[in-house]
């Protein structure tokens, strides 16, 4: 099955410095990578995705990557702010017998000191 | 709109007993899935279920089992629970390829 590594564990960055998640997957039928903030006490929130056909996109402060041939993705927030600080989940989707698999990575601990 | 709605928030149960939690999903999905996330830990899947049947499962005990309603809302029980059942359950609805979670329910057993 599909093996999602997600690094560094914790992360701790000044603000209004980048922050940087990178996370490897291992099944090539994987198309689909969202990333989830997830705040103490509440569940993981998509914050952004992308699909295999796409090599970066952006959303404000926060992008993805995505190196298919590498397989492997990250995460990039630049201009961290405190409210910043939470986890983050990457994920690697694939569709497989009609519905949809997902894999979540370990997680990371952002912290951003003001 | 609300998105996906879970209950309880918190649990607390003892050692071999039964539980059950609920979810109702975000308005116009039509697929639940259940994860188990331990603490400091990824969400790990347990099960999703689509047209009221459970169509895949991750690698969880028979002690974890599942419905889903006509109306889309699910409920996933445990039976004999175990300390190491302790976790946060998470719902994620979705309607396509994006997952919406809810907040969780926080599970204690002791």
């Known amino acids: 099955g599909e093996n999602v590594e997600q690094h560094p564990s914790t992360l701790s960055v000044q603000e209004g410095d980048s922050a940087v998640i990178k996370c490897t997957y291992s099944?090539?039928?994987?198309?689909?990578f969202p990333w989830y903030k997830q705040e103490l006490g509440k569940g993981p929130q998509l914050i952004i995705d992308?699909?295999?056909?796409?090599g970066e996109k952006k959303d404000q402060r926060i992008a993805v990557t995505l190196n298919k041939t590498a397989k492997h993705f990250s995460l990039h927030i630049t201009e961290t702010q405190p409210e910043d600080s939470a986890v983050y989940f990457c994920?690697?989707?694939?569709?497989?017998?009609?519905?949809?698999?997902?894999?979540f990575g370990t997680g990371t601990k952002l912290q951003v000191i003001p | 709109d609300a998105g996906v709605t879970q209950s309880p928030t918190h649990l607390i149960k003892t050692r071999g007993q039964q539980v059950t939690l609920r979810c109702s999903p975000k308005?116009?999905?039509?697929?639940v899935s259940w994860y188990q996330q331990a603490l400091g830990q990824g969400p790990q899947f347990i099960f999703q279920?689509?047209?009221?049947?459970?169509?895949q499962r991750g690698n969880f005990p028979d002690r974890f089992s599942g419905h889903q309603f006509p109306n889309y809302s699910s409920e996933l029980n445990v039976n004999a629970l175990l300390l190491g059942d302790s976790a946060l359950y998470l719902c994620?609805?979705?309607?396509?390829?994006?997952?919406?979670f809810g907040s969780g329910t926080r599970l204690t057993v002791v």
């Open positions: 994620a609805s979705s309607g396509g390829d994006g997952y919406t």
């Open positions: 099944d090539s039928a994987s198309n689909y």
């Open positions: 992308i699909r295999s056909n796409v």
């Open positions: 994920a690697a989707s694939k569709r497989s017998g009609g519905y949809q698999k997902v894999t």
């Open positions: 308005s116009g999905h039509d697929t």
């Open positions: 279920y689509y047209e009221e049947e459970e169509r």
